[in-house]
Every structure is written in structure tokens, then in C-alpha cells.
């Protein structure tokens, strides 16, 4: 396609290749997905639910060990090193940092304790003038963290706010986050998403956003791809998705209920990136 002709490797901090998933040695998730993220953009990765978004985000950032998952074939480049299968410790460790779907914050830790967690794998570095850096982004968090609560009497989108946060605390190269507008009001996904924007061209963080807001994701992201049954379907542009009469029917609210699957499509090309 187009993204593979125009770039070279260097200009990607990462690139999935056929990459297969098994979970409990039996169940195939992922069919041979291969995938790039651009430098300093961000990529949007959209589909329905069950396509496997989730799973290419934890075989990324190493969580796959902790849910007898595993990548059984192909290879994950992070800055031209494959980290396929290392323990996302270490995975943090080299720069990648994954915002869980549902947050995951430490209910119980406050705010502040939450965001210094963040910053684990970190040595020789100013505390105070990290979490500063953080407020910069969210100053919302900043009027909270003087009540000194827990985390988890926090609103929704304070809570988003602060798994974005506390991503920010392990200085990552690459953020991968998981639905970050699930159970967010309107508003306030528009404010999410306009910090994480913000947070891409102000600080050069790459970003890899899987999202079911297409909307939102297309509008923040410069690059998609769409995934269906394990596989990436269709990439391009988000402006080319954005404008792609089958991704409007079925992302963009577009079109009726009588197609279900882009199996039954014939006026897309396929992409066939796996084996």
C-alpha cells in the first residue's frame, strides 16, 4: 500500500510483522497481523469488538504472559529490536507503556501515589518536576491531587486522565492505549482526545490508539487500520479511511444494518499482510 512504498523502516518506531497469537496453545486470536507505527504519529487501530484489538496491544507491551497468551510466529520491532514475547517490565523498560482498557489505576493509592507508580523503571530524575510536566496536560488533576484521596473516588474521566498521566511518568517513546473514551460523556472525550493530541505534537510521543469512537480516533489519528477477525482488512490515511464509503457505513454512522461483516464487500481492496 501506499504507507509501505513511501517509508522506510527508520521511519517507524514500530512494526508488527504476520505476527500470529495463541492463547492456552489452542486458541488462534491474531491471523498473521503485521502493522506499522509512524514516528512521532499517532495510529489508530479500529474494528469490532472480538477483532483482536486488545490482543495486538498486549502482544506489544508483553501482557500476553500473563493471560497464557503467546506470539507463536512473527516478530514485534520496537526501534528495530524484536520484543515478541519479553516481559513487559522490561518492555517499559526500552519505552513502550500501555493505557489499560478500564483504566487500571490503584483504587486505593491516591493520585499522587498512582502517577509516582508510573514512573517505576525510572532512575536520577526529578519527581516533583515530572508530576508538574503531567499537570501541565491535565491541571484538572492537579486541583484534585490537594484533597489527597483515593484514586478511586475519582471521577470516569479524572480517572482516564490519570492512567493517561501515569503513562506520561514513565517518559514513554511509544504510548499504546486501549479505548480510552469507554464510559466517558461526549465532553469529555472530546477533552481526552484533544490532550492526547496535544500531548503527540507537543511532546513527539508516538501513539498507537485502538478506539471504538472512529470519529474521534480518525480525527485525532494520521494513519488506521481496521481489523476484522484477526486480520488488518483495510489501512490508509485517516483521511482516506474518513472518506472510504464502507468504513462510513460501518464506523461513521453511515449506510444501514443489512451488511454485517467485510467479508461480504467487494469494493475494498483486502490487504493480505499475512501468510
Given at each position: 500500500?501506499?504507507?509501505a512504498?513511501?517509508?522506510?523502516?527508520?521511519?517507524?518506531i514500530?512494526?508488527?510483522?504476520?505476527?500470529?497469537?495463541?492463547y492456552?496453545?489452542?486458541?488462534?486470536?491474531?491471523?498473521?497481523?503485521?502493522?506499522?507505527v509512524e514516528?512521532?504519529k499517532?495510529?489508530?487501530?479500529?474494528g469490532?469488538?472480538g477483532?483482536?484489538?486488545?490482543?495486538t496491544?498486549?502482544?506489544?507491551?508483553?501482557?500476553?504472559?500473563t493471560?497464557?497468551?503467546?506470539?507463536?510466529?512473527?516478530?514485534?520491532?520496537?526501534?528495530g529490536?524484536?520484543?515478541?514475547?519479553?516481559?513487559?517490565?522490561?518492555?517499559?523498560?526500552?519505552?513502550?507503556?500501555?493505557?489499560?482498557?478500564?483504566?487500571?489505576?490503584?483504587?486505593?493509592?491516591t493520585?499522587?501515589?498512582?502517577?509516582?507508580?508510573?514512573?517505576?523503571?525510572?532512575?536520577?530524575?526529578?519527581?516533583?518536576?515530572?508530576?508538574?510536566?503531567?499537570?501541565h496536560?491535565?491541571?484538572?488533576?492537579?486541583?484534585?491531587?490537594?484533597?489527597?484521596?483515593?484514586?478511586?473516588?475519582?471521577?470516569?474521566g479524572?480517572?482516564?486522565?490519570?492512567?493517561?498521566?501515569?503513562?506520561?511518568?514513565?517518559?514513554?517513546?511509544?504510548?499504546?492505549?486501549?479505548?480510552?473514551s469507554?464510559?466517558?460523556?461526549?465532553?469529555?472525550?472530546?477533552?481526552?482526545?484533544?490532550?492526547?493530541?496535544?500531548?503527540?505534537e507537543?511532546?513527539?510521543?508516538?501513539?498507537?490508539?485502538?478506539?471504538q469512537?472512529?470519529?474521534?480516533?480518525?480525527?485525532?489519528?494520521?494513519f488506521?487500520?481496521?481489523?476484522?477477525?484477526g486480520?488488518?482488512v483495510?489501512?490508509g490515511?485517516a483521511?482516506?479511511?474518513?472518506n472510504?464509503?464502507?468504513?462510513?457505513?460501518?464506523?461513521?454512522?453511515g449506510?444501514?444494518?443489512?451488511?454485517?461483516?467485510?467479508?461480504?464487500?467487494?469494493?475494498?481492496?483486502?490487504?493480505?499482510?499475512?501468510?
Amino acid at each position: 500500500m501506499a504507507q509501505a512504498a513511501q517509508k522506510t523502516s527508520t521511519d517507524y518506531i514500530l512494526s508488527v510483522n504476520n505476527i500470529e497469537v495463541v492463547y492456552s496453545e489452542v486458541i488462534l486470536v491474531l491471523r498473521g497481523l503485521s502493522l506499522n507505527v509512524e514516528r512521532g504519529k499517532i495510529t489508530a487501530l479500529l474494528g469490532a469488538n472480538g477483532a483482536g484489538k486488545s490482543t495486538t496491544l498486549k502482544a506489544i507491551s508483553g501482557l500476553l504472559n500473563t493471560e497464557d497468551g503467546e506470539v507463536s510466529r512473527g516478530s514485534i520491532n520496537f526501534e528495530g529490536q524484536n520484543i515478541a514475547g519479553t516481559s513487559p517490565d522490561k518492555v517499559v523498560r526500552k519505552g513502550v507503556f500501555q493505557v489499560m482498557e478500564g483504566r487500571g489505576i490503584v483504587q486505593d493509592m491516591t493520585l499522587l501515589e498512582n502517577l509516582k507508580l508510573g514512573a517505576f523503571t525510572r532512575k536520577n530524575f526529578n519527581m516533583n518536576e515530572e508530576i508538574e510536566k503531567v499537570f501541565h496536560f491535565f491541571p484538572r488533576l492537579k486541583e484534585r491531587s490537594i484533597t489527597g484521596g483515593a484514586a478511586g473516588y475519582l471521577s470516569g474521566g479524572e480517572q482516564q486522565m490519570l492512567a493517561i498521566g501515569r503513562a506520561l511518568m514513565a517518559k514513554p517513546k511509544l504510548i499504546l492505549m486501549d479505548e480510552p473514551s469507554m464510559g466517558l460523556s461526549p465532553l469529555l472525550v472530546k477533552e481526552v482526545f484533544g490532550i492526547i493530541k496535544r500531548m503527540n505534537e507537543e511532546l513527539g510521543i508516538s501513539i498507537l490508539l485502538v478506539e471504538q469512537n472512529a470519529n474521534m480516533a480518525l480525527n485525532a489519528a494520521d494513519f488506521g487500520y481496521i481489523m476484522e477477525n484477526g486480520k488488518i482488512v483495510l489501512d490508509g490515511t485517516a483521511e482516506e479511511l474518513k472518506n472510504n464509503e464502507d468504513v462510513k457505513e460501518f464506523y461513521l454512522g453511515g449506510g444501514g444494518d443489512e451488511r454485517k461483516s467485510f467479508k461480504d464487500i467487494k469494493s475494498f481492496k483486502r490487504r493480505k499482510r499475512w501468510l
